[in-house]
């Protein structure tokens, strides 16, 4: 059986008559299903959470995101057995880096297609945030500093619904982030792999952790990182001019940003960051606390994903 999970809010809004459209295929098809539509933050999780009792190991339920990628974070965060569950996502939000990683279409009727044929399906990691003893589960990335900064705007800013409108979604994050370069001062940071290994740097912009190749709406800051590898991959920013990332950022769209001295990529199953501030850090674009540490971890375990 299928149960979507739907965030009618995605995408300015949009998301509940693509919903719409959706649910209106399955119901022509006599497609066995369920749907809720979240009401709040959160709420996702919950619902996935209830949503797990209705599979078995032999008989999984078919767990579908719909809605952007911060809706990924929240309904891995909320499935409590990966052995009864088999995930599928439906893009309607605006950044689409799990889409553009994984190499999925973008329209929704498209994945539609593929996720009812279901002919396809992969394993794929899955990190998570350790925050207060809870795990905070991610598709994409996390990050501290700077791209978790403009992730935090770009949720508040009214600007996005307009660029939304327009069809330039991905852009609200590029326009965001020069702006935010103009204010920002980088500072101290070590990063702490596997327990063992660890990295200090000072005047740091960010640290990205990576799942997938892109995150920030187009930005393919870890161009080698795989879902599947069972390796996380991170990006450090440090040690630069603002002049240089200036050149630096509209390279990393193609992932030639590595290139730069003061990038730094890393592998490792485990992290810990600490820094000399409070900064913002982000889960799948979500802003989500302001810490001075972040430590994260992959899962053992891996999940079933419906893959084109």
């Not at 490792?268 to 989500?288: F, K, M, N, W, Y």
Request: proline share 4%.
């Amino acid at each position: 059986m299928y149960y979507f999970i739907v965030n009618p809010n995605s995408r300015s809004g949009r998301g509940r008559s693509i919903w719409n459209e959706i649910h209106q295929q399955l119901m022509l098809r006599g497609i066995d299903f369920q749907y809720c539509l979240t009401r709040y933050s959160g709420h996702a999780a919950e619902i996935a959470s209830d949503a797990c009792a209705l599979g078995t190991e032999s008989e999984p339920v078919y767990i579908i995101a719909v809605g952007g990628d911060g809706t990924i974070h929240e309904v891995l965060t909320g499935i409590t057995d990966f052995d009864r569950v088999v995930f599928g996502y439906i893009p309607t939000g605006s950044g689409n880096d799990f889409c553009r990683s994984m190499r999925l279409p973008f329209d929704p009727m498209e994945s539609l297609e593929y996720i009812l044929k279901a002919e396809h399906i992969s394993k794929m990691d899955v990190p998570y945030l350790l925050r207060n003893n809870k795990k905070s589960r991610f598709g994409i990335s996390t990050g501290i500093g700077y791209d978790a900064g403009v992730c935090q705007e770009v949720l508040a800013t009214p600007l996005k619904k307009i660029f939304n409108r327009l069809g330039l979604g991905k852009l609200i994050y590029l326009f965001i982030a020069l702006k935010q370069l103009i204010f920002i001062n980088p500072g101290k940071m070590t990063v702490t792999l596997d327990g063992e290994n660890t990295f200090s740097y000072d005047h740091v912009y960010f640290t990205a952790v990576m799942n997938q190749k892109y995150e920030g709406g187009g930005f393919k800051f870890c161009p080698e990182a795989s879902p599947s590898d069972g390796k996380l991959d991170i990006m450090v920013a440090a040690d630069l001019s603002k002049k240089k990332i200036l050149c630096l950022l509209p390279t990393a769209f193609f992932g030639k940003h590595t290139k730069f001295r003061g990038v730094t990529i890393l592998q490792c199953r485990s992290a810990e960051v600490s820094t000399g501030s409070t900064l913002p850090i982000h889960t799948d674009g979500e802003p989500i606390f302001l810490r001075n540490e972040m430590k994260v971890r992959l899962m053992e375990e891996k999940i079933r994903f419906i893959t084109e």
